[in-house]
């Protein structure tokens, strides 16, 4: 190995195979039988479950852990996937630690929750495991609906409306379907092409037909989906990427942190992903802890998360900061990028640290970096869409539109928070409200 995290600029290779390996194991390992059993017994099965409020697909999350309990996992997998169908995921991936187990009574009594999220992941695991795919079509409705968008609040969508016994049409801009869980979430949390498994397992329900390669405002106009089909569903992410605003923003070594997660996760040999000795990262959400993290586990020297207000205003939540702190990222809050210096490529970018209001101080410093990483938001890249409001699709009740016949759910609408499990739910949700519709 010629490269190592010392090496200046950007290269590829810093670490050997193993230590990539074991960077990028699940960071969360599947319960065995034994553990689950243990774990599902200090479950209260409270009556009036504040969990079950705590989750945005509302899954009876005592009635899951006491099926496990009881030994039968698989039947509390139906209970999960009867209301979350991307549970699996979700149970990766979800921020439990601020939704149903933050709610938990173990956490409020003893501060440690029920591990419900992990128990989640063993009971949909094991179905998967089984072959099985619990649920089945309904008689068919002579319906069709076509669903732009596979990612979750698509997958969701089309899943349900399949059971109800539509046919339906899933389209997909990319050339692999999953959107967010397949190409937007750190690889150490969905190891072993889970996203992609999932995905498949799910299209078992039959009736959905998927083509990739299709996107809105390119092979795809809304005026013809409407035409062809009975009814539409838009699930389409936020595909652009917001801008620094700041001179030199072109510079060889900035680039966005979504596609540097996209590019790991489809990546066949992490070895040959080049990554910075010094990087900085931009932002205070998900994307930006899950691109500083990743930048360390791949080898860099030097990783800082700057984030222009105060801690406790990132979107990630504690858990995330404090993974990446115990990775080795360095937090710095309260500042704001200036300029970013180089002849061509990156050396530095200059900050100014503000309130949290934002207002300046005069106080600047500057960070050294050969590679910079934004993650300062998303943003809607589409034209001809209905009526929109905050720079995202307007929608009402369960995903109406302004536009008749045309739904939208997940992150391109309002309402949501930027979540998998909540864009299930509005997904599901979506599709139930499109089935009373269509039959009236």
């Known amino acids: 190995m010629s490269d190592t995290a010392l090496t200046p600029g950007i290269a590829a290779g810093r670490l050997d195979p193993a230590e990539l390996a074991d960077n ?38 005592p009635l899951f852990i006491r099926q496990i309990a009881t030994g039968t996992p698989e039947a509390a997998a139906q209970t999960i ?86 046919d339906v049409a899933l389209y997909d801009g990319r050339a692999k379907p999953g959107g ?9 949390k969905s190891t072993e092409g889970f996203a992609a498994k999932e995905v498949d397992w799910l299209l078992q329900i039959g009736g959905i037909t998927l083509a990739t390669g299709k996107r809105l405002g390119r092979e795809l106009s809304l005026r013809d989906l409407r035409r062809d089909h009975d009814a539409v569903f838009l699930g389409i992410g936020l595909g652009g990427v917001n801008a620094l605003g700041l001179d030199g923003e072109d510079a ?57 207000r105060g801690r406790e205003r990132m979107n990630a939540s504690r858990f995330e900061q404090d993974l990446a702190a115990s990775k080795g990222v360095r937090i710095i809050t309260n500042a704001s990028p200036v300029a970013v210096h180089g002849n061509g490529s990156v050396r530095e970018v200059e900050f100014e640290y503000t309130d949290n209001a934002l207002t300046p101080t005069g106080q600047t410093f500057r960070l050294a970096a050969d590679q910079v990483f934004k993650a300062i938001g998303q943003s809607l890249d589409c034209g001809d869409l209905p009526d929109l409001e905050g720079g995202k699709i307007a929608v009402t009740g369960a995903g109406r539109t302004s536009a008749k016949g045309i739904w939208a759910g997940g992150d391109c609408a309002t309402g949501g ?22 039959l009236g």
């Open 81 to 166: 996937l009867g209301q979350n169908i991307l549970g699996g995921m979700c149970a990766r991936v979800c921020p439990t630690e601020t939704l149903c187990e933050q709610a938990c009574v173990r956490e409020a009594a003893e501060g440690k929750p029920v591990l419900i999220g992990r128990l989640q992941r063993y009971a949909t695991d094991t179905l998967m495991a089984s072959g099985t795919h619990p649920f089945s079509r309904a008689a068919p409705t002579g319906k069709s609906i076509a669903v732009v968008g596979a990612g979750p609040a698509g997958l969701a969508c089309a899943h349900r409306l399949a059971m109800l016994g539509h």
């Open 180 to 188: 967010l869980n397949e190409f937007g979430i750190a690889a150490y």
């Open 417 to 438: 928070d930027d979540l998998t499990v909540t864009a299930v739910a509005e997904g599901r949700d979506a599709a139930m409200d499109i089935h009373a519709t269509l």
């Open 24 to 61: 990028f194991a699940d960071l969360h390992p599947a319960l065995d039988d034994h553990e689950a059993l243990v774990a599902a017994d200090r479950c209260y099965f409270c009556h009036d479950a504040p969990c079950i409020t705590a989750c945005p697909t509302d899954i009876d999350i």
């Open 252 to 308: 060889e070594g900035l680039r966005d942190a979504v596609d540097f997660i996209s590019d790991l996760r489809q990546a066949d040999d992490l070895a040959t992903l080049p990554i910075g000795r010094d990087v900085v990262v931009i932002g205070g959400g998900m994307t930006a802890v899950d691109a500083a993290v990743q930048a360390r586990l791949l080898g860099a020297l030097n990783v800082t998360l700057v984030y222009r």
